[in-house]
Nanobody, 126 residues
Framework: QVQLVESGGRLVQAGGSLRLSCAAS????????MGWFRQVSGKEREFLAS????????DYADSVKGRFTISRNNIENTMYLKMDNLRPEDTALYFC???????????????????WGQGTQVTVSS
């Protein structure tokens, strides 16, 4: 059973930066697509970015393109989200996710992902 644990969320001022981490355990995810989502209370979970098993292919939502960078370290079984130039509207609970099927390329919908962490809160003050 795969477990994902996010960390790195905290309160930060607008214009600041954070790096979120997602540590995977239970199984290696080196052959699985992974992604980051966020959710504000009362709204649907929003796709932010995804990364292929090798890390060579990435995809970003328009809302974060140019400000967020997704990466992964398969040796450490960890994925990251570097967030720069943060805005108050980036305030949300941030989740990491992974696809269970090897080599499957997911779409951006949250139901394309099978494993989820519990989330880490990012709050951006103005």
């Amino acid at each position: 059973q795969v477990q994902l644990v996010e960390s790195g969320g905290r309160l930060v001022q607008a214009g600041g930066s954070l790096r979120l981490s997602c540590a995977a355990s239970g199984e290696s995810l080196i052959n699985n697509f992974m992604g980051w989502f966020r959710q504000v209370s009362g709204k649907e979970r929003e796709f932010l970015a995804s990364i292929s098993w090798s890390g060579r292919s990435t995809d970003y939502a328009d809302s974060v393109k140019g400000r967020f960078t997704i990466s992964r370290n398969n040796i450490e079984n960890t994925m990251y989200l570097k967030m720069d130039n943060l805005r108050p509207e980036d305030t949300a609970l941030y989740f990491c996710a992974a696809v269970s099927e090897l080599w499957r390329v997911p779409g951006r919908a949250s139901n394309e992902y099978d494993y989820w962490g519990q989330g880490t809160q990012v709050t951006v003050s103005s």
